[in-house]
């Protein structure tokens, strides 16, 4: 896509709400995440000034560093920024602090506390705290405890605890950590972060759907004949073998991500756009959803595993060889799924969820498809007539797209496709922000809106359940197929749809 | 939002034994109540408008110190009464400056400035709230009023009761508040951040804002309280004393600022933004602060290098010169209208015209909500494409702004008003010299 102009009058315009005094306090501070998107997501806020001047880090982890030593480390992994904007680095790193912590050491938790009277002291941060773990899942609980053990979550109003995904591993693993995290704290200090709804796009679903009339009295059974949410990687497991062989594309993108994009383009239209009430319509309709055949799962789910491919030039290896996986691994990089909705919008309405890595294209979307008209008056120009289409784009080029039959040029009465278009870039003179920088403020200020709540995680998961046991009881049934790396997934998967007449989208 | 009372009755001390009185009371060790570690806010409070009203018996409301709809309508009945333009914004300078030579005394009215605090201001638990209450009764002896008070927790586990504050208020003639000025010091803890909200005109009590407003201390003033001149210039001299300074005059461009943004956000037209060769702005009378910074932003933003200034009768015309070379005129006009905004030189309307060198010029046209701008309207537009839009009204009152300010605290101030300030001083100073 070409670049295009920024406008100059939409600087430092955002009404945003600017977060109050705080500190936030990361634990995996020496980590990948903090360097990769915490930092650059809170230099950001910095930047726009959405942090409050009495704003502090601190960063902790088990490395012995220093205060000096975390900003010294977060400098030079930043260093393109921090070279762009030198003097707001400068101040941003006044407010970066370090503390050697091991979260099942007691004694380690007496001294953090103490740092943080001292922080607050320094800082005028006024004892509100954000606790962000952003360490090994297997010790969410174990962190949690220890946070409240030491007194550090008994303020409800002040204090605020983050974890990242994922949350448990199936559906027994997430009730158990959501009875350990709820006896830590309260539901309204915990935020269950899922970057995919710090996305512009994703929040836009919302928007699209409840702030016009236009769709709303189409968005059910009586109109929608399918609906198909993809999210599409073109590279591959990368450096996150150990944990994605753990994983696979099931937990590490559907259960979360896709499975939130559903409830978002499914969900009724809540009461008031408050954070309970969105959660509330968000649970619902993903306690309403079943798997298409959740007594032989394998028969509505296929799994793929991607071997190798490119071109001469661009090699791509296969799962199987990338480093530091099992050569003869069964975990699948590439998912798709059946599913309907047991209520009165969408009984009988499919929806086809698909991920994967090493695909044709990177691309995350919302496609819904309109039943075809009653009665066909008119020839198509090329092929049969296609459905009206309604395409939300979640990235790349963020925006919508709506497919439509319009009158071919002619003297001929014969129909063609024409798609109407809406681009996130061209329509606003600024970019959107990356999804941290969203939910690392909602979070500091306090708005659960875009975080998952515990029930509405364990919906997700015990949607899944039935694929998950089948995958322990009968692996055979189960086959991860192999697909070409750079092509759109295994050939069953295109025979999942094919059954019901339906083709996948190959935007 | 309703105000908020201090939840003690105030306790009336002579001003030298208020810092003894603070002292001893957050001295309760091992009770688990402390001052908050928060924020200081400063507070001068003059409200002489609403002070007269009362005087004359066209308020029979306790004076606030707080912009209320029923203050804004009982200035609108002086203006009536009192014979002035109707023209007259209601907290306009105009107004208590004319009362203030009017005779009558209506007896004795509640002063609660300083007790009566907004609830969206207390819920940020100020550590210690100072209000200096100047009195119209210039010979007034000083009066130092003190109540603590500690949030009301919500529920037996929650830790709010142990967050307490302070609230003081020294009221009186202004020169006896100026000789006591010497206490502020000690009662302002140096760990936390201060504000001092300068209620008044700029330009008026120099004194005692010098003595007030001293960096590192955070300044939050209003630019459509006073007159042009020392509003503007006071408020770009603090910016380049590299001082944190809030304008709420600022804040109330919001929303001309975003609906200009808004019709260049489209990709097709952002590129006309480099073809600008002509900008109307009409403002409400001749206070000229708010038309002054919405000119100066947009000249800045575009990256335009002022050339003149030259003050005509009811407008002043500047010429800019775009980064291309090209001149852009920029006028602004003054313009009186029968049932003005509260506060003076509110904008009207503004006209922007753009001619890029190949295409239709493009002419864009704002409005405000709640007044019509014909004048904006006319010309030739048969040959330009339009983009028309109504500017809605800033919601929210002056405390709601205070507290976004106080919220999100930053120790340097928004660089996009530094550079605004700096440059509406500069165009206000170009046209008087053009006067001269």
């Known amino acids: 896509m070409a670049a295009t102009l920024t406008n100059p009058l939409r600087v430092g315009l955002r009404q945003e709400r600017v977060i109050p005094p705080q500190c936030l306090i990361i634990f995996g501070a020496s980590g990948d995440l903090t360097h990769r998107k915490l930092i650059p997501a809170l230099f950001e806020l910095f930047l726009q000034r959405r942090l409050s001047s009495e704003f502090a880090?601190?960063?902790?982890?088990?490395?012995?560093?220093?205060?000096?030593?975390?900003?010294?480390?977060?400098?030079?992994?930043?260093?393109?920024?921090?070279?762009?904007?030198?003097?707001?680095?400068?101040?941003?790193?006044?407010?970066?602090?370090?503390?050697?912590?091991?979260?099942?050491?007691?004694?380690?938790?007496?001294?953090?506390?103490?740092?943080?009277?001292?922080?607050?002291?320094?800082?005028?941060?006024?004892?509100?705290?954000?606790?962000?773990?952003?360490?090994?899942?297997?010790?969410?609980?174990?962190g949690a405890r220890a946070l409240a053990g030491a007194g550090l979550l008994a303020d409800r109003q002040r204090s605020r605890l983050v974890i990242e995904k994922p949350f448990g591993t199936d559906y027994a693993s997430a009730q158990q950590l959501n009875r350990v995290v709820k006896s830590c704290g309260q539901e309204n200090q915990i935020f269950r972060i899922?970057?995919?709804?710090?996305?512009?796009?994703?929040?836009?679903?919302?928007?699209?759907?409840?702030?016009?009339?236009?769709?709303?009295?189409?968005?059910?059974?009586?109109?929608?004949?399918?609906?198909?949410?993809?999210?599409?990687?073109?590279?591959?497991?990368?450096?996150?073998?150990s944990?994605?062989?753990?994983?696979?594309?099931?937990?590490?993108?559907?259960?979360?991500?896709?499975?939130?994009?559903?409830?978002?383009?499914?969900?009724?239209?809540?009461?008031?756009?408050?954070?309970?009430?969105?959660?509330?319509?968000?649970?619902?309709?993903?306690?309403?959803?079943?798997?298409?055949?959740?007594?032989?799962?394998?028969?509505?789910c296929v799994r793929g595993q991607y071997g190798s491919g490119g071109t001469a030039e661009h090699p791509l290896a296969s799962y199987r060889h990338e480093p530091g996986v099992a050569p003869d691994s069964t975990t699948e990089t590439y998912v798709a799924i059946k599913l309907f909705i047991d209520n009165w919008r969408w009984q009988g309405v499919p929806f086809y969820l698909r991920t994967g890595k090493h695909l044709a294209k990177?691309?995350?979307?919302?496609?819904?498809?309109?039943?075809?008209?009653?009665?066909?008056?008119?020839?198509?120009?090329?092929?049969?007539?296609?459905?009206?289409?309604?395409?939300?784009?979640?990235?790349?080029?963020?925006?919508?797209?709506?497919?439509?039959?319009?009158?071919?040029?002619?003297?001929?009465?014969?129909?063609?496709?024409?798609?109407?278009?809406?681009?996130?870039?061209?329509?606003?003179?600024?970019?959107?922000?990356?999804?941290?920088?969203?939910?690392?403020?909602?979070?500091?200020?306090g708005d659960p809106t875009l975080f998952t709540r515990s029930d509405e995680v364990e919906a997700a998961w015990r949607l899944y359940t039935p694929i998950l046991e089948a995958l322990k009881q009968s692996p055979d049934k189960f086959p991860a197929h192999p697909y070409e790396a750079g092509t759109w997934g295994p050939a069953e998967s295109d025979e999942l749809l094919a059954r019901d007449g339906l083709l996948w989208r190959r935007p | 939002m309703a105000p908020q009372f201090t939840l003690q009755a105030p306790l009336k001390l002579p001003p030298h034994a208020v810092?003894?009185?603070?002292?001893?009371?957050?001295?309760?060790?091992?009770?688990?109540?402390?001052?908050?570690?928060?924020?200081?806010?400063?507070?001068?409070?003059?409200?002489?408008?609403?002070?007269?009203?009362?005087?004359?018996?066209?308020?029979?409301?306790?004076?606030?110190?707080?912009?209320?709809?029923?203050?804004?309508?009982?200035?609108?009945?002086?203006?009536?009464?009192?014979?002035?333009?109707?023209?007259?914004?209601?907290?306009?300078?105009?107004?208590?400056?004319?009362?203030?030579?009017?005779?009558?005394?209506?007896?004795?009215?509640?002063?609660?400035?300083?007790?009566?605090?907004?609830?969206?201001?207390?819920?940020?638990?100020?550590?210690?709230?100072?209000?200096?209450?100047?009195?119209?009764?210039?010979?007034?002896?000083?009066?130092?009023?003190?109540?603590?008070?500690?949030s009301l927790p919500e529920d037996d586990n929650s830790p709010g009761g142990s967050v307490c504050g302070d609230v003081l208020v020294f009221r009186g003639g202004a020169a006896s508040i100026a000789t006591e000025l010497d206490l502020l010091p000690r009662l302002i803890p140096s760990q936390l951040p201060c504000w001092v909200?300068?209620?008044?005109?700029?330009?008026?009590?120099?004194?005692?804002?010098?003595?007030?407003?001293?960096?590192?201390?955070?300044?939050?003033?209003?630019?459509?309280?006073?007159?042009?001149?020392?509003?503007?210039?006071?408020?770009?001299?603090?910016?380049?004393?590299?001082?944190?300074?809030?304008?709420?005059?600022?804040?109330?461009?919001?929303?001309?600022?975003?609906?200009?943004?808004?019709?260049?956000?489209?990709?097709?037209?952002?590129?006309?933004?480099s073809h600008v060769v002509q900008v109307d702005i009409d403002v409400e009378g001749d206070q000229l602060c708010q038309g002054l910074l919405l000119a100066a932003w947009i000249a800045s933003r575009l990256q335009w290098s002022l050339h003149t200034g030259r003050r005509q009768r009811d407008s002043s015309v500047y010429r800019f010169q775009r980064p291309d070379g090209f001149k852009v005129d920029l006028r602004l006009v003054s313009v009186p209208v029968g049932f003005p905004k509260p506060h003076a030189g509110s904008i009207l309307g503004l006209r922007l015209l753009?001619?890029?060198?190949?295409?239709?010029?493009?002419?864009?046209?704002?409005?405000?909500?709640?007044?019509?701008?014909?004048?904006?309207?006319?010309?030739?537009?048969?040959?330009?494409?339009?983009?028309?839009?109504?500017?809605?009204?800033?919601?929210g009152s002056l405390e709601v702004q205070e507290t976004r300010v106080l919220a999100g605290g930053h120790d340097t101030t928004n660089p996009l008003l530094a550079t605004t300030a700096q440059l509406a001083h500069r165009m206000l100073t170009a046209a008087a010299a053009s006067q001269a």
């Open chain 2, 19 to 150: 810092t003894d009185h603070l002292t001893r009371l957050w001295e309760h060790p091992g009770e688990g109540y402390n001052g908050s570690a928060t924020f200081t806010l400063v507070v001068w409070e003059p409200a002489w408008l609403e002070q007269h009203l009362a005087r004359l018996g066209l308020l029979q409301d306790a004076v606030m110190g707080m912009q209320r709809p029923r203050l804004v309508d009982a200035a609108r009945r002086a203006i009536g009464a009192y014979g002035l333009p109707s023209a007259t914004a209601p907290l306009s300078s105009t107004l208590p400056q004319v009362l203030a030579t009017q005779p009558g005394d209506n007896g004795s009215f509640d002063d609660l400035r300083g007790q009566a605090i907004e609830t969206s201001i207390s819920e940020l638990q100020p550590h210690r709230m100072i209000t200096l209450a100047p009195t119209i009764d210039v010979e007034q002896p000083l009066d130092a009023l003190v109540a603590a008070y500690c």
């Open chain 1, 57 to 142: 880090v601190l960063g902790c982890a088990r490395r012995p560093w220093t205060d000096q030593v975390f900003r010294q480390t977060m400098a030079e992994r930043l260093q393109s920024t921090v070279t762009a904007h030198p003097q707001a680095w400068e101040q941003f790193s006044q407010g970066l602090f370090y503390e050697p912590v091991d979260l099942q050491q007691s004694e380690h938790l007496v001294r953090l506390a103490q740092r943080l009277e001292q922080v607050d002291r320094q800082r005028a941060t006024r004892g509100e705290r954000t606790f962000y773990l952003s360490v090994s899942p297997a010790y969410y609980g174990s």
């Open chain 1, 362 to 445: 990177r691309l995350s979307e919302v496609a819904l498809t309109f039943r075809d008209a009653p009665v066909r008056l008119f020839d198509a120009a090329a092929g049969g007539v296609s459905a009206n289409q309604f395409v939300i784009r979640i990235q790349p080029d963020e925006g919508a797209t709506f497919r439509f039959e319009v009158k071919a040029p002619g003297s001929g009465m014969r129909s063609r496709p024409i798609s109407m278009d809406f681009s996130y870039d061209e329509s606003f003179g600024e970019p959107s922000d990356e999804g941290y920088v969203r939910l690392l403020a909602d979070t500091m200020l």
């Open chain 2, 197 to 273: 909200l300068w209620e008044g005109a700029l330009g008026e009590h120099t004194d005692i804002f010098e003595r007030l407003a001293t960096a590192p201390r955070r300044l939050i003033v209003d630019t459509a309280l006073g007159e042009t001149e020392p509003s503007l210039r006071i408020l770009a001299q603090r910016i380049a004393a590299s001082q944190a300074v809030s304008d709420l005059n600022w804040y109330r461009l919001g929303g001309w600022r975003e609906s200009l943004a808004r019709a260049f956000d489209a990709q097709d037209r952002r590129a006309a933004l």
């Open chain 1, 194 to 241: 899922d970057h995919y709804l710090g996305k512009e796009t994703v929040q836009n679903i919302m928007v699209l759907r409840f702030a016009n009339s236009i769709f709303e009295p189409l968005w059910n059974r009586n109109h929608i004949s399918s609906v198909q949410i993809t999210a599409a990687e073109t590279v591959g497991v990368e450096q996150r073998a």
């Open chain 2, 354 to 395: 753009c001619r890029p060198p190949e295409g239709r010029e493009l002419c864009v046209v704002l409005c405000g909500e709640a007044s019509g701008c014909m004048r904006l309207e006319g010309g030739d537009i048969s040959s330009r494409t339009l983009v028309e839009e109504i500017v809605p009204l800033i919601d």
């Open chain 1, 243 to 300: 944990y994605y062989e753990q994983s696979g594309a099931l937990k590490d993108m559907v259960q979360n991500h896709l499975t939130q994009m559903l409830a978002l383009t499914a969900m009724e239209p809540p009461g008031r756009f408050e954070p309970e009430s969105i959660r509330n319509e968000k649970a619902k309709v993903l306690q309403a959803a079943r798997l298409a055949s959740p007594e032989q799962p394998w028969t509505c």
